[in-house]
């Protein structure tokens, strides 16, 4: 039974940080990729960023410079470190997994920043 996690998100206003983690069980591959993505209402859901098995990582233009993802294997854990909020940052933050043959998605976790 596989769960993902999120945790972490909140009220911040502009120019704060917040910090998500993401706790995966029950995965019973390896896993090859983890990203952060968001979805702000009534737009599409976009990647934010990700990191393979490799530990490259990729971001989302809007958030380069300002992001950072890693990850905790021993724990299982992704994290995303979001520091110089905007408000353009408010979404829905979700925690993406993809093994070999499955893709999985937590439940997602709000992200405010106020102005």
């Known amino acids: 039974q596989v769960q993902l996690v999120e945790s972490g998100g909140g009220l911040v206003q502009a120019g704060g940080s917040l910090r998500l983690s993401c706790a995966a069980s029950?995965?019973?591959?390896?896993?090859?990729?983890m990203g952060w993505y968001r979805q702000a209402p009534g737009k599409q859901r976009e990647l934010v960023a990700g990191i393979t098995s490799g530990d490259s990582t990729n971001f989302a233009d809007s958030v380069k410079g300002r992001f950072t993802i890693s990850r905790d294997n021993a724990k299982n854990t992704l994290y995303l470190q979001m520091n110089s909020l905007k408000p353009e940052d408010t979404a829905v933050y979700y925690c993406?997994?993809?093994?070999?043959?499955?893709?999985?998605w937590g439940q997602g976790t709000q992200v405010t920043v106020s102005s």
């Open positions: 993406r997994v993809i093994t070999r043959l499955t893709n999985y």
């Open positions: 029950g995965i019973m591959f390896s896993i090859n990729y």
